[in-house]
């Protein structure tokens, strides 16, 4: 049995969901041919423990056309990953006792009050009707306030607001769906939360979360604005070409260049960070420790347990807690080019797959799986 059959074979084991003794490859050996088949130009992949880090795998490449190798300290961006920090954020307030998640979001923003929903819409004509409930802090952040996706203000970017401006906007939008009755993927509702927390802390949203999040967890490389230096480490995006067998680049579409402009963009709590393997893998260590590192405690256990605990309705399919997504024995989040990072508390491991894909060719996104498996035949109890 030649090697590739049989790194292909312990993938396809893996994707079914076999349970393997532990793999004798390591992982690079795993991703390689992914690359090689250009499914996948590059991965930077993390497994950390709940004292610090496990594995670091880097294969393939952050520019393919200059062949520029996918370095350990390559810089992503992570997108709604952004999400669940946001919603950590929100939860040391909660924690203080000034902000209580069941709370209308008008209480903290009057431009809210008075907020109608989508009763009819036909042929242009929308009749609008005042719903049941005003959202609340713990719907925005669990997407079913019936908040839409964005507003028709934030265009063509989703940085070209500043945060009070943005949901300002949402406060008069119409409810696409009465408040907590159906599943709204929703940046707007994170940012609204973001705004409560910067009246109700009376300090910027960037500010906080800077010197309460990412300054004592030494996540010295996330930022809404990287520097022409983390610029030059950035990987490019790709996707898979129009015969769909091949890669090809595409810009970041959705951010105003030059990134490290802080004048002309803003920070956008629901999906604007930018961020490395090992930076991203401090703030899930956080909490796969529940809520506390190296001795500090930044979330009590009951704002861990509202984060990680589903708070959709039983009568909803999308199993989502405050910020996070939550899947069986996991929980994390994604990033809309591929980025993911999945907490596993039960198997006492995080593991964190940076990648900048804005699609796959072949069986490219069968990658991350193959990997997460990896991590935990590997490293999980």
């Not at 950390?48 to 520019?63: M, N």
């Not at 998640?101 to 923003?109: A, F, T």
């Not at 008075?114 to 997407?143: C, F, Y």
Request: charged residues 20%; hydrophobic residues 40%.
């Amino acid at each position: 049995m030649n090697r590739r059959f049989l790194l292909f074979t312990l993938a396809t084991l893996s994707l079914n969901g076999v349970i393997l003794a532990k793999s004798p490859f390591n992982a690079e050996l795993l991703l390689k041919p992914y690359v090689e088949r250009n499914e996948l130009a590059g991965a930077v992949a993390l497994v950390s423990g709940r004292e610090g880090e496990l594995s670091i795998t880097t294969v393939g490449f952050s520019d393919v056309a200059t062949g520029k190798p996918m370095a350990a300290d390559s810089f992503f961006w992570i997108a709604s990953q952004s999400k669940p920090m946001t919603a950590a954020a929100v939860m040391m307030l909660v924690d203080e006792g000034k902000i209580a998640l069941d709370d209308p979001v008008e209480k903290y923003l009057p431009e809210f009050a008075g907020q109608m929903v989508v009763a009819e819409k036909d042929d242009g004509h929308v009749l609008l009707k005042k719903p049941t409930h005003p959202i609340t802090i713990r719907e925005v952040l669990s997407h079913v306030s019936g908040l839409p996706f964005k507003s028709a203000m934030e265009e063509p970017t989703l940085d070209a607001l500043p945060l009070a401006l943005a949901v300002r906007s949402y406060a008069m939008t119409p409810l696409v769906t009465e408040p907590g009755t159906a599943y709204q993927y929703s940046n707007a509702g994170i940012n609204t939360a973001a705004r409560v927390l910067e009246l109700v802390s009376g300090m910027k949203y960037e500010d906080f979360m800077q010197e309460r999040l990412f300054d004592p967890l030494g996540m010295t490389e996330t930022t809404f604005w990287p520097t022409p230096e983390q610029v030059a480490r950035l990987a490019k995006n790709y996707r898979p070409d129009k015969d769909k067998t091949d890669l090809e680049e595409f810009p970041y579409a959705q951010m105003k260049l030059p990134l490290s402009d802080r004048n002309g963009r803003f920070p956008m709590p629901a999906g604007g960070l930018f961020s490395t393997a090992k930076d991203t893998a401090a703030f899930c260590r956080m909490m796969l420790n529940g809520g506390e590192l190296d001795g500090k405690r930044y979330l009590s256990e009951s704002s861990f347990k509202e984060l990680t605990t589903k708070q959709t309705p039983d009568s909803i399919k999308n199993e989502y807690g405050l910020g996070y997504a939550i899947s069986g024995e996991s929980f994390g989040h994604g990033g809309a080019h591929a980025t993911k990072m999945d907490i596993f508390p039960g198997h006492g491991i995080a593991v964190i797959w940076m990648v900048q894909h804005g699609g796959f060719p072949g069986s490219g996104k069968e990658a991350h799986r193959v990997f997460k498996n990896w991590a935990i035949e590997n490293f999980g109890k």
